[in-house]
């Protein structure tokens, strides 16, 4: 019968020959060393995570909603926003009082939390930035929205909650709001409402906008004809009423602007109009502004073009030089 050797006479039992145990597979005591030698190590390893717990990932870290919250309202924040389309179908319905056309610029800072928003009515200078920050609220149970106004004044935050497929901002119900801050906004992939305190006209109804690169070649040669053209390029405008302006060597003034409608009525009875991209070339002269033409495609194309044979003009969101070569 093989003698069992004691734990400690490893390292205590001077009798005990150590040296042919740990060199020699079948020397006495191999078994009972090896069950010593786990058991030991298994209480070092123990003890060690029972002194550094935070090495160890735990599971149930589930988030509150508003910090899930604040993760997308700070994505789709930043961006160029305008109410062209609804200005020009306010003039177009007769709505009155009609909506100026604004503009709306957020853009973010590296943290995803701190937002500059400036709102200019277009064709005016005066600009008054504000100062958004998104701040996860334990009490209320939501995402607040500080805001400043330029002057750094501190004004009634809004609270974002989550509606179908957007989010919607309002006032805590005890608190006024500054005129030069928004009293509710209204956040979708696609657009932005603003509601402005006191105002006649209702919503800012603002359209995210997309930026386009163009270039104008006048006159505009086509069918592989080799004739002389100038060539207008490095022209940025957005889809939502953006347009730019130029002179050729002739001294015309001529103008590429670009329009996704978004159509809130039908322009024919009993049919359904779709949405569509429209490029518009115009030309401004002492007698006023004029359009001489335009062409449509699908609202979500990321390019558009059009040949008059005397200009021609071309807009996209990628450069061909960019784009991935097809068969």
């Not at 390029?233 to 939502?240: A, K, L, S, T, V």
């Not at 779709?274 to 006023?288: A, N, P």
């Amino acid at each position: 019968m093989t003698k069992e050797l004691p734990c400690a006479s490893l390292y205590t039992d001077l009798e005990t020959d150590i040296e042919p145990i740990l060199t020699n597979s079948t020397a006495p005591g191999v078994p009972i060393m090896l069950r010593s030698i786990i058991t030991r190590l298994t209480r070092i390893v123990t003890a060690l995570l029972l002194l550094q717990p935070m090495a160890v990932l735990a599971q149930g870290q589930d988030s509150s909603r508003w910090e899930r919250d604040h993760i997308v309202i700070s994505t789709m924040l930043n961006g160029i926003y305008s109410n062209g389309n609804q200005a020009y179908f306010d003039k177009r319905t007769k709505v009155t009082p009609a909506h100026l056309p604004h503009d709306l610029l957020i853009e973010g800072a590296d943290n995803k939390s701190i937002f500059s928003a400036t709102l200019t009515v277009s064709n005016e200078s005066d600009t008054q930035p504000l100062t958004w920050v998104l701040v996860n609220d334990t009490d209320a149970k939501a995402v607040r929205m500080d805001i400043s106004l330029a002057t750094g004044e501190a004004v009634c935050p809004l609270y974002w909650s989550r509606e179908a497929a957007q989010f919607r901002a309002s006032l805590a119900p005890d608190c006024k709001q500054n005129t030069l801050a928004p009293e509710e906004l209204v956040l979708s992939q696609q657009q932005l409402w603003w509601m402005i305190p006191g105002a006649q006209t209702g919503d800012l109804k603002l359209h995210r906008a997309r930026q386009f690169s163009c270039y104008a070649d006048v006159p505009g040669v086509g069918g592989g004809r080799d004739e002389p053209y100038n060539r207008f390029e490095n022209i940025r405008i957005h889809d939502q009423g953006g347009e730019a302006w130029f002179t050729t060597e002739k001294g015309r003034t001529l103008g590429i602007s670009l329009f996704s409608v978004d159509w809130p009525i039908n322009n024919y009875t009993g049919f359904f109009t779709r949405d569509s991209l429209v490029i518009y070339v115009m030309e401004k002269d002492d007698s006023g502004r004029r359009e001489h033409g335009y062409a449509f495609t699908l609202p979500e194309a990321n390019r558009i073009g059009i040949n008059l044979k005397w200009m021609l003009a071309n807009c996209f969101m990628v450069s061909s030089n960019d784009d991935i070569p097809v068969m």
